[in-house]
């Protein structure tokens, strides 16, 4: 239903960069906390990173000094820089957004990040 649009992934070599950014709609309410999380095939769905209203954060262990998580929320835009990328890091990449008002979660569609030579 188009409730978290998310852009910006896409083929990068390892080393490189990559900026996702994850566009809530209105529609959803007030928003909490909002986060990235991955799945690479064969594995769960993991967190990479969180944010809350406030801008505190936390990391998985596996991308703490490398990833960024920040947001805007007069535009309701989360964004996760991604520096130093691995082959280890490819993944779907997914938003996801804490709604106060309905008191549940959203999710965007996902994003492939790939990380290859």
């Known amino acids: 239903q188009g409730q978290l649009v998310e852009s910006g992934g896409g083929l990068v070599q390892p080393g490189g960069s990559l900026r996702l950014s994850c566009a809530a709609s209105r529609n959803i309410g007030r928003i909490d906390s909002m986060g990235w999380y991955r799945q690479a095939p064969g594995n769960q769905r993991e967190l990479v990173a969180r944010?809350?209203?406030?801008?505190?954060?936390n990391y998985a262990d596996s991308v703490k000094g490398r990833f960024t998580i920040s947001r805007d929320n007069a535009k309701n835009t989360v964004y996760l820089q991604m520096n130093s990328l691995k082959p280890e890091d490819t993944a779907v990449y997914y938003c996801?957004?804490?709604?106060?008002?309905?008191?549940?979660?959203?999710w965007g569609q996902g994003t492939q990040v790939t990380v290859s030579s």
């Open positions: 996801d957004a804490f709604s106060v008002t309905y008191g549940r979660d959203y």
């Open positions: 944010i809350t209203t406030g801008a505190a954060t």
